[in-house]
C-alpha cells in the first residue's frame, strides 16, 4: 500500500445481497495510515478482514439504510466492543450517516460506537479525508459522497436514480463510483437506482477521468454493463469486483 496516496479497496459490489463468497457495498479508502470503510453491507466484514485488520478502522460512513449498505455494520459494532473489552482497542468507531431515518440511532451502540450525524451542509474532516455530501433520488433518504484527499477526488453515487445535480458533484473527479444496478435496456425500470447508461453519462458530462461500475445485479452478463457504458463514456471505465485495489 502506498502511505503518501490514496488507496480504494473494493470489499463488496453486489446490489441487494452478496454474490457466493462475496459482499454487497463496502469499499475501504486509505491514506496516511488512516483507514475509512464506506458502507458495510452484508459479507463485508468476512471479506475485509482477509487482508486488512479490523483494529486498523478509524471511521466508517454509511449513504442510507438499506440492508445492502449496512448489514455487516451491527457485526461490526460487536468486533469494536471484542476488541476493546480485550484491550486491543483503545476507544470506539465513530460511524457518520444521515439523521432522517430512525436507523441513525442504531450507530451508537453503548460506548463502542457513537453515530455522527451529517447533511448536504456538512462538510466531513475524518483523517486526511475531507468528505462532503449530495442528497440522492432513492426511495428513503440516500447521500452521495465526494471524499477528497490532497488534489484527489472520488465521487461515490451511492444508490441513486439519474438527477443533473449528480453531475455537478461529480465535476472532474479522478474516479466515479458509480452505481450501475440496471442494464440499459433497464433504464428507468426501477426508480431510484441508474442503468449503465446513466451512469456513463454523468462521468462524461462530469467529465470525470475514470469510472467504476458498481452495486451490480444479479442477472445477465456484467460485460455487457460495460460494453453499454463505453458507448456514453471515453474514459477508462471497469467493473468493481471483490479485491480490486487501486491507487487514486
Ligand atoms: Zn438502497
Not at 465535476?171 to 456513463?200: K, M, N, Q, V
Request: charged letters at 20%; glycine letters at 10%; hydrophobic letters at 35%.
Amino acid at each position: 500500500m502506498d502511505y503518501k496516496k490514496l488507496n480504494l479497496t473494493i470489499i463488496g459490489h453486489w446490489g441487494a445481497y452478496p454474490g457466493p463468497g462475496e459482499a454487497t457495498s463496502c469499499y475501504l479508502f486509505s491514506a496516511e495510515g488512516y483507514n475509512l470503510l464506506l458502507e458495510c453491507g452484508s459479507g463485508a466484514l468476512s471479506l475485509l478482514q482477509k487482508k486488512h485488520s479490523l483494529l486498523n478502522l478509524d471511521a466508517v460512513t454509511v449513504s442510507h439504510y438499506h440492508a445492502d449498505h449496512i448489514a455487516d455494520l451491527f457485526c461490526l459494532q460487536y468486533a469494536v466492543r471484542v476488541d476493546m473489552e480485550l484491550g486491543l482497542r483503545s476507544s470506539g468507531l465513530p460511524i457518520y450517516g444521515h439523521t432522517e431515518d430512525p436507523s441513525f440511532e442504531k450507530l451508537t451502540y453503548k460506548n463502542f460506537t457513537t453515530g455522527y450525524g451529517f447533511c448536504e451542509d456538512t462538510e466531513l474532516a475524518l483523517g486526511p479525508f475531507t468528505l462532503t455530501f449530495l442528497k440522492t433520488v432513492h426511495p428513503d433518504p440516500c447521500y452521495a459522497v465526494k471524499l477528497t484527499y490532497g488534489n484527489k477526488s472520488v465521487v461515490y453515487t451511492a444508490d441513486t436514480g439519474y438527477f443533473d445535480a449528480l453531475i455537478d458533484f461529480s465535476r472532474e473527479a479522478d474516479l466515479l463510483l458509480c452505481e450501475s444496478s440496471l442494464y440499459e435496456e433497464y433504464r428507468g425500470a426501477i426508480p431510484g437506482h441508474l442503468s449503465t447508461g446513466e451512469a456513463a453519462e454523468i462521468a462524461q458530462k462530469g467529465r470525470c477521468h475514470s469510472l467504476i461500475l458498481t452495486h451490480l445485479p444479479h442477472f445477465g452478463q456484467h460485460k455487457n454493463l460495460l460494453e453499454q457504458a463505453r458507448k456514453g463514456f471515453t474514459g477508462p471505465i471497469q467493473l468493481a469486483e471483490s479485491g480490486l485495489s487501486l491507487v487514486i
